[in-house]
């Protein structure tokens, strides 16, 4: 039987370093994607993430979830989230894959009745363009019935400085250059449009600093979003030196060495 593990992009690691090292920045984006209203106080559990599909012609390939977790509070529910960078057809149908797998793990056999509880799903999308719908749909046409659920989109350009403290969606902060992506060739050639890049950054620097100052946030999970927004810099403007002079100037210089997580 065969084997296949996907490789991870450097935004699937900035992914999966935050949700494992600063996992409470996933909440407010849960209650922003679903409508839900965590106080931020829940617990976080968080499931394997590595499932292996089986195939119709006998091979198998091993596919690496972004996240799959449960959040316990009033109840508990089961929440799974993709990372995608750009758009990808196949998308659904993987989201589909996981899903099924997901709940086959707790799947529940009695009196002959096989249950099965599907999380909820979503798609952080870095990128996307202006046909891209609210939702997925997944319909399951079975001899019982139909059956169907929308999987949520969230645009990650769509959110403004402002808005992202406002929300405290600080989660998505290292993705926030994407939204300047297009523009990154006029920042290069330009320096007053690069100065208004660098000032925008200002605020995300100085917003942190006012969370950390107020105890919304640790020393440990700003330098973690710092570290990540540099990371995540690198690799989307590596074709820019001034963008990435300029951005890295203001957010902090170097990357940053997990001291904390060292020690």
Known sequence: MGEVRLTSTPYDDVFRTLLNDCSGLIIPVINEVFGEGYSGEEKIIFSANEHFMNRQDGNGA?????????????????????????????????????????????????GGTLTVTFPHSAVLYLRCGPSMPDAFTIRMVTPGGDVSYKIPLMRSQEYTVEEIFQKRL???????IFSHEKRFGEYERDEGRLGSLRQEYGQIREGLEGSLGQGEISEYTKCTIIDMSIKVLEHIARKYDHVREGVRSVMGGKILEYEAKTI
């Open 62 to 110: 091993e596919r690496v979830t972004d996240s799959s977790f449960k959040i316990i509070g009033r109840e508990t529910k089961k929440y799974h989230l993709e990372c995608q960078s750009s758009t990808d057809d196949s998308m659904l149908v993987r989201i589909f894959e996981y899903d099924t797998q997901i709940a086959l793990d707790e799947g529940e056999i009695k």
């Open 170 to 176: 600080l989660f998505l902060l290292p993705f926030h």
